[in-house]
């Protein structure tokens, strides 16, 4: 039979859910059962899903379609509840990343999922990367580094109410740098690290160079119980732009770019391919051989990881005698960032032991 699948927070973010939704339904994979959202949203020319049942509450949805799998894509600290009524009501689900907000939520879900005999595929599309699969099968050993320089420009932190926010109503958020718009390398990377890699302690440098709750500049080393080290400089206020890079043991790994580049070899390349993690849970359901990409139980270190950034003490704010206007305007820059991000992650060191000096000593957090 045709699965039915329903998505619960269709604009935002949903737009690309809404894409690919068309896509599979023109393509006989699957019925849209319908689409909820708390606020009207645009329509899409290139998603246009004229007829199918509209609500504003998920559970009105649940209830009326009983859809077979459900895309949750709402904000991260609505996530659990949804999750749950959907679960209940028979549905599998692709639920957007960050997928929980602790450990305790990440257990709650895993019993859940377990209980009812469904299915959860978190939605970190990058482990759907065939350059990372590569990586992977190449196993390179060492120390692991993840920087990334980007751009936000002020106005992105009024994109959503939870925007630059560390908590909403008393309920974590996640939306920091490394939390949200690098999550996917931190992600990959600690694919790249393995299931064995068991984080001891966390060593957080965390920054803002704006009037926000949350960092946007963050440098992190997790160091695990056998004494193996990822250590992360990122950056969201940078003129230069530098693509996410995982850098191990002679390999590096672009992130969003799936560029890669093996042991031995001298420059990187394209792997082209990504599977889609809706169409991978839809192969999964129809032959359960197929392995599931992203599933809950491979998110639940970056989950503790994330957790714990979100609940340390607040990100220290650089000075403006430190900031540059952003050459484009919108906002400020931090000049040379571009270049400390990389520097901490091939070295290992973080900003206070580099001697930058905005730079406080790093945070010690045991897992
Ligand atoms: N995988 C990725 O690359 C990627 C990229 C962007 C966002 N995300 C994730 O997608 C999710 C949504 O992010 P966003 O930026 O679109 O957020 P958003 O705040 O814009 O919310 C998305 C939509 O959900 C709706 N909504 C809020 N609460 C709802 C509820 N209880 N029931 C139904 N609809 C509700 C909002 O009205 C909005 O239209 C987040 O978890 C975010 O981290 C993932």
């Known amino acids: 039979m045709t699965p039915r699948v329903a998505l619960i927070g269709a604009g ?4 690309s859910h809404r894409r690919v939704l068309s896509r599979l339904r023109d393509a006989g994979r699957i019925e849209v059962a319908g689409l909820c959202d708390r606020q009207p949203f645009a329509p899409d020319d290139a998603a246009s899903l ?18 077979d799998v459900v895309v949750i894509c709402t904000p991260p600290h609505t996530h659990l509840p949804i999750a749950l009524d959907a679960l209940a009501c028979g549905a599998d689900l692709l639920l957007e ?9 990440h257990r709650r879900l895993t019993a859940a999922v377990a209980e009812s005999g469904r299915l959860c595929q978190v939605g970190f599309q990058a482990l759907g990367s065939a350059a990372l699969a590569r990586l992977v099968d190449a196993a390179p050993a060492g120390p692991i580094g993840v920087f990334g320089a980007w751009w936000r420009p002020d106005t992105y932190y009024r994109r959503a109410p939870w925007a630059g926010r560390r908590s909403v109503g008393g309920r974590p958020v996640f939306d920091g740098a490394l939390v949200n718009p690098f999550a996917h390398a931190l992600m990959q990377a600690l694919v790249v690290a393995g299931p064995g890699f068991r984080p001891r302690h966390l060593e957080l440098e965390a920054y803002r160079t704006r009037d926000i709750e949350t960092d946007d500049t963050t440098f992190l080393r997790v160091t695990a119980g056998d004494g193996r080290r990822i250590t992360v400089g990122v950056t969201l206020a940078s003129a230069v732009f530098l693509a996410g890079e995982i850098r191990v043991g002679g390999a590096a790994l672009e992130y969003p770019t799936d560029r890669l580049r093996l042991p031995g070899e001298e420059t990187s390349r394209e ?13 999964h359901r129809a032959d359960p051989a197929v392995p599931l990409l992203a599933p809950l139980a491979r998110t639940a270190t970056f989950t503790a990881v994330g957790a714990a950034i979100v609940g340390s003490a607040p990100p220290i704010e650089i000075g403006s005698k430190w900031l540059v206007a952003h050459p484009e305007g919108g906002g400020s820059v931090l000049p040379g960032i ?26 010690l957090i045991p897992l």
């Open 12 to 15: 935002g973010h949903g737009l």
């Open 50 to 67: 004229d007829g199918v049942p509209f609500f504003t509450d998920h559970t009105a949805l649940l209830a009326a379609v009983r859809p």
């Open 97 to 105: 990343k960050p997928p929980v907000m602790s450990l305790d939520e």
């Open 271 to 283: 792997v082209p391919g990504r599977t889609g993690l809706l169409e991978n849970l839809l192969d």
């Open 338 to 363: 571009d270049e400390l991000v990389r520097q901490v992650a091939t070295t290992g060191e973080l900003p206070s032991e580099l001697g930058a000096g905005w730079a406080s000593r790093a945070q």
